[in-house]
């Protein structure tokens, strides 16, 4: 991986041109739809382009790649995993508390690091959920976003990216703790919504 990474951050040299951005689009859909880390695509997205422009290019790329990955999942997977889901009853009660919980659930597993940016795609996908509530919930990646091209600007050269860190955030920290926490309240809470409303039919 460090062999192959190395080899990309060489590519990017070449980057700064409109055709390079354009490849760099490219390879951020790529890696999101083939699930592989894209995180660190944002940081050297920051050092070649700017907080700024490298934010604006990174959200882009993810909004683009996480819609073709919603309608891939939806096109073809729902089905088949709608079978499957209806004959277990703790992934019925799933489904229905991400229902239940629509554009709240979805913005707040945005905000939380417990839950990858790649996989939600898909899952959102395998629900019964509105492509209007998913691009909603998208626009909270912008801060988070932000915050990596900020970090990856403070770069001097391609090896100081291999090296930069965002766990020591205190912000990001803070918006990571809440958010789990709201999230784990409002899956117990409508969960305990449906059991009764079931209970009472």
Same mark, same amino acid.
């Given at each position: 991986? @460090?062999?192959f ?5 060489? =590519?990017?040299?070449?980057f700064n041109s /409109?055709?390079g #951005? *354009? $490849?760099?689009?490219?390879i951020?859909i790529f890696?999101v ?5 894209a @995180? ?5 997205a920051?050092? =070649?382009y700017?907080?700024?422009r490298? /934010?604006?290019? #990174? *959200? $882009?790329s ?10 891939i ?13 209806n004959?277990?009853p ?7 508390v991400?229902q ?8 707040l597993t945005r ?7 790649s ?7 395998l ?7 998913f691009?909603?919930?998208?626009l909270c990646?912008?801060p988070?976003t932000f ?14 990216i291999?090296?930069l860190?965002f ?7 803070l ?20 059991i ?6």
């Amino acid at each position: 991986m @460090s062999l192959f990474l190395d080899y990309i951050l060489n =590519l990017f040299s070449y980057f700064n041109s /409109s055709i390079g #951005v *354009f $490849i760099f689009i490219l390879i951020y859909i790529f890696s999101v739809i083939f699930l592989l880390p894209a @995180s660190w695509l944002s940081l050297v997205a920051g050092f =070649l382009y700017g907080a700024y422009r490298g /934010s604006f290019i #990174v *959200f $882009i790329s993810a909004f683009c790649a996480a819609s073709i990955s919603f309608f891939i999942s939806k096109r073809f997977f729902y089905e088949r995993i709608e079978n499957i889901v209806n004959n277990f009853p703790k992934l019925f009660l799933l489904k229905k508390v991400i229902q239940k919980g629509g554009v709240k659930l979805i913005i707040l597993t945005r905000l939380s690091p417990l839950f990858p940016f790649s996989i939600l795609n898909y899952f959102y996908g395998l629900n019964n959920i509105r492509y209007r509530d998913f691009a909603l919930g998208l626009l909270c990646i912008l801060p988070g976003t932000f915050l990596y091209c900020s970090l990856g600007r403070l770069a001097n050269n391609f090896e100081d990216i291999k090296n930069l860190r965002f766990d020591n955030n205190i912000i990001s920290s803070l918006v990571s703790i809440i958010s789990t926490a709201l999230i784990v309240y409002l899956v117990t809470k409508y969960a305990n919504e449906i059991i009764e409303e079931s209970g009472h039919d």
